[in-house]
């Protein structure tokens, strides 16, 4: 859970691949509507990051919004994820249509901490 002011405001969460060739986790959050924009999703990540870095011991980490979600997109870059391409008809919307997903990645030196 993602917490502001006693206030349960969004959740964020990761999933580990463990096989020694292909170490990395993945990363995916949310925030309730009422709080975007106001820097707590790349607070969020960033200390998710930071976690998986430094204790995890992962030297690549992955997300992936939705190609068009710019508010996200832009919200990664802040923290050190990088675009790696598209995931064409990726993820299937409420709208029961297959939307393109964005690849983004970032590498433990990549770690952008403020
Ligand atoms: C994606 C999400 C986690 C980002 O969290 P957030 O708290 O809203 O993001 P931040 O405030 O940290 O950063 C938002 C960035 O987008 C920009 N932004 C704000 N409103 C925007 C808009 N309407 N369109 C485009 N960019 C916008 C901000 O300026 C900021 O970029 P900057 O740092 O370069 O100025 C959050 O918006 C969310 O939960 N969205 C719905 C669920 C979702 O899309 N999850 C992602 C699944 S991968």
Redesign the pocket.
């Known amino acids: 859970m993602i917490v502001v002011d006693d206030e349960v405001i969004?959740a964020i969460q990761f999933d580990e691949e463990n096989d020694p060739m292909y170490r990395h986790a993945g990363i995916?959050?949310?925030?309730t509507a009422a709080?975007?924009?106001?820097?707590?999703?790349?607070?969020a990540v960033r200390t998710l990051a930071r976690f998986l870095i430094e204790e995890r011991g992962h030297h690549r980490l992955t997300?992936?919004?939705a190609v068009d979600?710019?508010?996200?997109i832009?919200?990664y870059r802040?923290v050190g994820f990088r675009e790696v391409g598209v995931m064409r008809e990726y993820e299937r919307g409420t709208d029961g249509i297959w939307h393109d997903g964005l690849l983004m990645e970032m590498l433990a030196g990549d770690f952008t901490d403020e």
């Open positions: 969004g995916d959050v949310f925030i709080r975007h924009g106001q820097g707590l999703g790349s607070d997300i992936d919004p979600n710019e508010r996200a832009r919200a802040r």
